[in-house]
């Protein structure tokens, strides 16, 4: 088959970082790709969210097709024409003075450690070269090597070293012992409201308010890392909304460039994000025309709340079909607006054996540690096509839901 062969023709001329299932995709429409030989798959990705809003959502290519015609590229070197606008409009959306524009979110998390080491020195009085950044067990916020130096999945981390100091990780929703974690030298709290690439981990009910107070108590940066949960996917605009929480920083990424070019970015306020100055960091492409067109376009379809209600509706369809599947197949669900995370039993099979019963059935979902199937469809996806979607999940599984 030409799929086939378009397959193996990347793969002996790729480095195997990645572990793809053998599709190769040619055309895409809303929740719908098509690969190169006509066959038809649903969605369940969406890109880990980064398709939030679909594939082409007419919106965003319209935003984009006309930036190109216009201008794509200026550096920092010069202010352009769109560059206001998407700050202002980002900002807003946030509730915060001030953004930091990057393009990939592992950007955005270098991003926002500087930003607390600086802020650690500069406002909270730390010894130079002593902060200290709380970080959460199960996380994954990159894979750059700072951020790997402090994750504890092995195939992230070995290998690596060495790693960059001042990091220390407390079990994900164990406030106790963040709390005993804090010391005079802790600068910041870098947490995943929802941990994604875990298997959508969902903290105790409570947690992410309990972080809050002991970070503002203990004079603590709460840094929320949005990128995976953030824009829309949970049913809110950030998953700290859930809670009622604001955050010193918002950590942003993956929707943010509606699926068309990599945008990121750091939103706070100004006692926060003023401790840099200019020449202290940056990026050629952080901020770009294109980049702000497209995001400005996001930030206009996140204000109307359509997203945010959808992925609520939505979400109580594929939480009360996933759990019918509970001791039919799967031993655990955990889902947050339109998005979960499906355990799948081991006398059933692996996850990535799970994921490439769904592919031959015309449905792309992705495994993750194991035994664990993220389903993260895009936002626009129809409750039919969900619900066929789930279909074959239960197919699979050998379930009837």
Not at 247 to 258: S, T
Not at 265 to 281: F, M, N, T, Y
Not at 293 to 309: D, I, P, S, Y
Not at 367 to 378: N, Y
Request: with cysteine; charged share 20%.
């Amino acid at each position: 088959m030409h799929s086939r062969a378009e397959f193996e023709r990347a793969e002996a001329h790729t480095a195997h970082n990645y572990h793809p299932l053998p599709v190769v995709v040619a055309h895409a429409e809303g929740a719908w790709m098509t690969d190169v030989d006509g066959r038809r798959f649903l969605d369940l990705l969406a890109g880990y969210s980064a398709l939030n809003f679909g594939h082409g959502h007419p919106s965003l290519l319209a935003a984009a097709h006309s930036q190109l015609d216009q201008l794509t590229l200026t550096s920092r070197a010069f202010v352009h024409d769109r560059f206001a606008d998407f700050t202002a409009a980002l900002a807003e959306l946030c509730g915060k003075d001030l953004v930091l524009p990057m393009n990939t979110g592992a950007e955005a998390v270098e991003t926002a450690i500087k930003v607390a080491r600086k802020w650690g020195y500069e406002v909270k009085g730390v010894p130079a070269d002593t902060a200290e950044i709380i970080v959460m067990s199960g996380n994954f916020h990159g894979r750059t090597t700072t951020i790997v130096g402090f994750s504890d999945d092995p195939d992230a981390r070995d290998g690596f070293g060495p790693f960059t100091p001042g990091f220390v990780t407390v079990p994900y929703g164990d406030l106790a012992a963040l709390e005993a974690a804090i010391t005079p030298r802790t600068v910041a709290v870098l947490v995943e409201p929802i941990q994604g690439e875990g298997g959508v981990v969902i903290p105790p009910e409570g947690y992410l308010r309990g972080v809050r107070e002991l970070c503002t108590q203990h004079q603590v940066l709460f840094a929320a890392d949005e990128i995976q949960a953030g824009l829309g996917r949970t049913g809110t605009t950030f998953a700290c909304d859930h809670e009622d929480v604001v955050p010193d920083l918002y950590v942003l990424g993956k929707a943010l460039g509606g699926g068309i070019v990599p945008v990121s970015a750091v939103v706070a306020d100004r006692d926060v994000l003023g401790v840099l100055k200019p020449g202290q960091h940056g990026s050629t492409f952080g901020g770009n025309p294109l980049a702000c067109a497209v995001g400005l376009t996001v930030v206009e379809l996140l204000r109307t709340g359509e997203f945010q209600a959808r992925a609520t509706d939505l979400g109580v369809l594929l939480r009360s079909r996933l759990e019918a599947l509970v001791g039919h197949g799967v031993v655990g669900v955990r889902t947050r607006g339109l998005w979960a995370g499906v355990d799948i039993d081991p006398a059933i099979g692996t996850g990535r054996e799970v994921c490439e019963a769904l592919m031959a059935r015309g449905v792309l979902a992705k495994d993750t540690h194991g035994s664990t199937i993220r389903l993260a469809p895009p936002l626009v996806v129809s409750p039919e096509d969900l619900s066929w979607g789930l279909d074959q999940l239960a197919d699979v599984v050998g379930a009837s839901a």
